[in-house]
């Protein structure tokens, strides 16, 4: 009698032992997707950054070099203004 009541006992033990460790296996399963997720998105946060990074650089260049011809133009309509006069 003893042990049908303590195989009565271990059997929902059993059971809320199993549901409990297949539901932390299926939460690092989500959390490992999620981690990859996030893995994924970093990379490509990464790859932006490097594209608006150029992107920067080129527009700079681009900048002083128009400044730089501003200047000469400048210079040159001050040279013509002078030989003018």
Do not use: C
Not at 31 to 49: A, C, D, F, P, V
């Amino acid at each position: 009698m003893e042990h049908l009541l303590l195989l009565l006992l271990l059997v929902p033990i059993q059971v809320i032992l199993t549901r409990w460790i297949f539901g932390i296996g299926w939460i690092v399963a989500n959390l490992e997707k999620i981690q990859s997720s996030i893995e994924e998105i970093i990379k490509e946060n990464k790859s932006t950054q490097i594209k608006y990074d150029r992107i920067i650089k080129q527009q700079e260049t681009i900048i002083n070099l128009n400044a730089e011809r501003n200047n000469r133009q400048a210079e040159m309509i001050d040279l013509l203004e002078e030989t003018k006069l």
